[in-house]
């Protein structure tokens, strides 16, 4: 196999036994095996393989360690490795959407006789940094879901459940932001914000289905804007939300373009990113066509 392999693991994760033994297999084979130790690792080891010339580097882990690895590759400056992701999170959501299952039949087949996929990218910028996405950014009501999922997370609660307490402190909790937001320049909403999700793909959240229909390579961004809904509109929605069917509410709606622009006129926005918190403020966020490549199995 001419293949130069680099497997990045989330180090937080327990492995089940195929993924052991398959890591065991490729560690026999002199192929690298290296675990992150701290948040922002998994990017200094993709940006450290792409700069000795990795062919494929597989992320395994979750939605964040996806993001990070795809943070380190674009950063790297070379654009020629391969990306294959084995799902080994609490959500997989990127996965989940993508119907991505892994098995080490599927995978070593795949590396033998290989089939890739060109991925566009979302790109943040906030505060003056920018952080690229493979899956769902999400302003407002999820950036600050997500500070207390994080929270939560240090504090040992974790699983499906964390998920839904995070969601129901929230509703309590999160103050709405009045914004503009604009797509591909054209102002389209100004009010009150309960959320703006911009979707490379279509799932988020340990399973919602935020954007039924978005895939992360067809040339655009798809935008999901909930404007001044209620807790009572969530919980008479979830179950569409969870099957995938298009919400019909006055202050829902399902937007497409290539740049997004969203502005506080009062409060803060609070932006996550891939499940990563990026901060709180002004932001914009742009899509890269076809900027990664994807590893099928």
């Not at 597989?58 to 654009?79: M, R, Y």
């Not at 703006?196 to 279509?202: L, P």
């Amino acid at each position: 196999m001419e293949n130069r392999l680099v497997f990045i693991v989330n180090s937080l994760r327990p492995l089940d036994p195929p993924l052991q033994q398959l890591l065991a297999e490729y560690e026999v084979k002199s192929h690298q095996v290296v675990y992150t130790r701290y948040s922002g690792h998994a990017t200094e080891l993709a940006k450290k393989a792409c700069r000795k010339k990795a062919s494929i580097i597989v992320a395994v882990g979750g939605d964040g360690t996806f993001s990070e690895v795809v943070q380190g590759i674009l950063t790297s400056g070379e654009t020629s490795v391969t990306l294959a992701l084995i799902p080994n999170g609490t959500g997989n959501d990127f996965c989940r959407g993508q119907s991505l299952t892994f098995t080490a039949e599927s995978f070593n087949r795949a590396l033998f006789s290989p089939v890739y996929r060109l991925l566009d990218v979302g790109r943040i910028t906030i505060n003056g940094k920018v952080r690229y996405f493979l899956n769902v950014a999400d302003a407002g009501f999820g950036g600050f879901t997500t500070l207390l999922l994080n929270r939560q997370r240090r504090k040992g609660i974790r699983g499906g459940m964390s998920y839904s307490l995070a969601i129901l402190r929230a509703f309590i909790h999160y103050k709405r932001p009045r914004v503009t937001i604009c797509v591909d320049d054209t102002l389209c909403y100004v009010g009150t914000l309960m959320m703006v999700a911009m979707c490379n793909s279509d799932t988020f959240g340990n399973g919602l289905i935020i954007h039924p229909g978005a895939t992360p390579d067809d040339g655009e961004m798809n935008v999901t804007l909930l404007g001044d809904v209620t807790f009572w509109d969530y919980i008479r929605n979830i179950s569409k939300l969870r099957r995938g069917i298009l919400i019909q509410h006055p202050q829902v709606f399902y937007l497409k373009g290539r740049h997004i622009s969203i502005q506080s006129v009062d409060g803060l926005i609070p932006v996550e990113a891939d499940g990563e918190v990026c901060g709180d403020g002004n932001l914009e966020v742009d899509l890269v066509p076809g900027c990664l490549q994807l590893l099928v199995y």
